[in-house]
């Protein structure tokens, strides 16, 4: 069949006129987080400096020649190792004299049991004098009371030659070692410098704008400028009402288990403190990430909406409070449980098809 040759340029133009084929937007990755209502935080950050709990310099409890010196700097001790000896030759010997004089004692104390358990029966019968009887019951009250006097000497001299060994009084490291061999020392006199590393403690100055809202038991979380990839999460153990009038500081303590010693005395440390707010009420809550910054000066948080097919929706929003990179929510459409885009935000039009690619819970 052959066609009218006006046919054949009506069927062209109708074929260059008819619409293109769109093909299906394709959904943009995202990373969703949840709005979730909590309460809101300051969180204060502050500098502190590691510190010991204790630390002694430890001296004789009494004078004498220096015989063995057994720690030196560094050393890590535990409670009750021996540190150092004193000559302990004087004091033996006098130990030696004492027990000599209690087996004498104890000689003298039998003869005289014995010698007022004869006049017993003679004094019954009459055949010495009462009064010879008396002085043996006296003998025999006076040599127990030398030999109980005698067991103290024994005692006490156990004593001062325990007191030649010094020793730890608590777990530690030996800071710094004050005396050697050969040496003389003299009650008072420092011999080393005891540091106690088991438990530390963060000393904090605090603006005296925070005092008043820290207590014991306040959230901390600490890290330490030497150890990058240690936090410690911690609380105030301690606040001390005395401040620095130059600063306006007021100091609050952190105390903090040390058992495998890699933190150490004299570490900086930045700490946050977890301060609530006055009212303690809850507020909604996104973290900074999810809103995007127009030039105005509003902020744009971007909601997730739909089952099976998702889409983005923009909503403007008003901020309010900071806290631990998230922020607080005054104004706009964003209600809890809302899932709002944290990551691939920056691209996104009004209506886009979106694909969920990770799930994120937000850090409190």
Known sequence: MKLHPFSLIAGCLLLFNAPPVVAAEKPVPVTVVKAVKAPVYDDIPLTGTVESRRVSRLSPKLSGYVAEVLVDDGDVVSAGDPLLHLDPVMAE???????????????????????????????????????NYEALVSEVAIAEAVLQRLQTDLERQ????????????YNGVIGEKLVEAGQWVETGSALFQLVETDILRITIPVPQYYFSRIRAGTPARVRFDALPDYTLDAEVTMKIPVGSESGRTFPVRIEMKNEDGRVAPGMSARVRLRLQDSG????????????????????TAWIVDGGDVLTARPVTVRTGRSFRGNVEILEGEVR?????????????????????????DMEL
């Open 93 to 131: 010997i006098e130990l030696n004299r004492i027990r000599a004089e209690i087996r004498e004692a104890e000689v003298r104390l039998a003869e005289a049991k014995r010698q007022h358990n004869e006049a017993s029966e003679l004094v019954e019968k009459k055949h010495i004098p009462a009064t």
């Open 336 to 360: 809890p449980g809302d899932r709002v885009v944290v990551r691939g935000n920056e691209i996104l039009e009004p209506g886009q098809p979106v694909r969920v690619h990770r799930r994120l």
């Open 158 to 169: 156990r004593e001062t030659l325990r007191r030649h060994t010094i020793r730890a009084p």
């Open 280 to 299: 303690g009420e809850e507020a909604l809550l996104l973290p900074r990430d999810s809103l995007v910054l127009k030039p105005d000066g509003t902020s």
